[in-house]
């Protein structure tokens, strides 16, 4: 597979030497240096697409994952809102655009938008919860009957009793917390994170040693 990024790396390159204004390749460089996690090259490529077509929904959406991988989520959030406006449907986007509202600390916006995605497709588990870890994050009460929808869908899911377990600690319950969580551990035992949930019930922290 790297071979073939190679290969579309110098075809590119080739094509540029040619014509530098051609959009195509400068979006295939954009691509394999994303691929290659060289996010600053990419961000140069991507932008250098945007001065020839500013209207492309996907390549801001690119260019917005790139600045997301830079951990510049403002700016990510601006390339992510210019491809909605260009696209309204554009799912993909929608949910990157939760996601890094969400790394903002932006709850609100980003449940709004999760919600949005939700409306369209009632029973994707993914979307679901997605909604639930941020409405944990402001400690909403409809939390519960969204991982409650997860598990009627999908029984077996650990991620829902992980994070069932999480939000009942947020709440102060911690004898549910820590059945939900050793559900979590019992479905997916190599879950680090529902051990480490767990001993931090009352009850379950590690013991401490002492020096003999």
């Not at 600390?105 to 938008?113: D, G, M, V, W």
Request: overall charge negative.
């Amino acid at each position: 597979m790297q071979g073939n990024y190679n290969s579309a790396e110098k075809y590119a390159r080739k094509a540029l030497d040619l014509d530098p204004d051609l959009l195509d390749p400068l979006v295939i460089l954009g691509n394999v240096y994303q691929h290659n996690n060289n996010y600053p090259l990419a961000a140069e490529y991507y932008s250098k697409a945007l001065s020839i077509t500013p209207d492309d929904a996907f390549v801001h959406n690119e260019l917005g994952n790139v600045f997301s991988a830079l951990e510049r989520f403002n700016d990510a959030v601006a390339e992510y809102e210019l491809a909605l406006n260009q696209d309204p449907e554009f799912d993909d986007c929608r949910l990157n655009l939760a996601d890094t509202l969400l790394e903002l600390y932006e709850s609100e916006q980003a449940i709004s938008h999760y919600q949005r995605l939700i409306e369209k497709q009632p029973d994707n588990i993914k979307f679901l919860m997605k909604l639930a870890q941020a409405l944990i994050t402001i400690t909403s009460k409809n939390t519960q009957a969204i991982l409650d929808k997860v598990l009627k869908l999908d029984k077996r899911c650990a991620k829902a009793y992980y994070w069932q377990g999480i939000y009942q600690q947020t709440m102060g319950h911690f004898d549910q917390a820590s059945e939900s969580l050793k559900t979590a551990i019992a479905l997916k035992p190599d879950n680090y994170a529902a051990w480490y949930r767990l001993s931090l019930n009352k009850g379950y922290m590690p013991a401490q040693r002492t020096n003999r």
